[in-house]
């Protein structure tokens, strides 16, 4: 017997699917380092979004001390405040960066795949996003979430369904993919 997964109500617009991605699915790096770098990084946790949140994490980065993985995780953090802001193309550069500095960061590949959907590059950012997956990551849900978000938009149901229920399953208390999938209905066949 094979499931198929059916829309149970219209879906949300793209646009709106990838503004999920942005404000409550980014992953933020505990990092070692100055007060600029604690303050990008409790930033990039809380999903703040304020120029003075940015400036921190660019002192951190331009002026701190940091050793490689810490500059690579302020790196992520400040490209999770672009992605709060839906400033893809700059959190997209910052993940680059990151990734330059430690290329098997899980938490950099998966955040990249994320601002990918949100360029509306779905394809890769899924397939960015599940690299990451394979290294690992530090809050997988997420990195479901925003997986399930490049499939919706690239018209697969099945594998959205899927994700979005992976990621309920890994973090029971976030309401964001329970809500999705009540979108979701599956008929057995």
């Not at 990084?41 to 331009?62: F, G, H, M, P, V």
């Not at 098997?104 to 590059?121: K, T």
């Given at each position: 017997?094979?499931?198929?997964?059916?829309?149970?109500?219209?879906?949300?617009?793209v646009m709106s699917l990838s503004g999920f991605v942005a404000s409550?699915?980014?992953?933020?790096?505990?990092?070692?380092?100055?007060?600029?770098?604690?303050a990008c990084y409790q930033a990039a946790k809380n999903n703040l979004n304020r120029q003075t949140d940015l400036d921190e994490c660019s002192q951190a980065i331009n002026f701190g001390l940091l050793q490689s993985k810490d500059l690579a995780g302020?790196?992520?953090?400040?490209?999770?405040?672009?992605?709060?802001?839906q400033a893809w193309p700059q959190a997209e550069a910052d993940f680059h960066h990151a990734l330059e500095l430690q290329p098997n960061f899980g938490e950099a590949l998966v955040n990249l795949g994320a601002a990918q959907i949100g360029l509306h590059r779905n394809q890769e950012g899924v397939d960015t996003i599940s690299r990451g997956l394979a290294i690992g990551s530090m809050e997988p849900e997420k990195a479901y979430f925003n997986r399930a978000l490049g499939y919706e938009a690239l018209g697969d149901d099945k594998a959205a369904y899927f994700d979005y229920l992976k990621a309920s399953q890994l973090a029971p208390k976030w309401a964001?993919?329970?809500?999705?999938?009540?979108?979701?209905?599956?008929h057995q066949q």
């Amino acid at each position: 017997m094979s499931s198929i997964i059916k829309w149970a109500a219209v879906a949300a617009s793209v646009m709106s699917l990838s503004g999920f991605v942005a404000s409550n699915a980014s992953a933020a790096v505990t990092v070692f380092g100055d007060d600029h770098a604690q303050a990008c990084y409790q930033a990039a946790k809380n999903n703040l979004n304020r120029q003075t949140d940015l400036d921190e994490c660019s002192q951190a980065i331009n002026f701190g001390l940091l050793q490689s993985k810490d500059l690579a995780g302020t790196y992520v953090n400040r490209g999770a405040v672009y992605m709060t802001m839906q400033a893809w193309p700059q959190a997209e550069a910052d993940f680059h960066h990151a990734l330059e500095l430690q290329p098997n960061f899980g938490e950099a590949l998966v955040n990249l795949g994320a601002a990918q959907i949100g360029l509306h590059r779905n394809q890769e950012g899924v397939d960015t996003i599940s690299r990451g997956l394979a290294i690992g990551s530090m809050e997988p849900e997420k990195a479901y979430f925003n997986r399930a978000l490049g499939y919706e938009a690239l018209g697969d149901d099945k594998a959205a369904y899927f994700d979005y229920l992976k990621a309920s399953q890994l973090a029971p208390k976030w309401a964001q993919p329970r809500e999705e999938l009540v979108r979701f209905t599956v008929h057995q066949q």
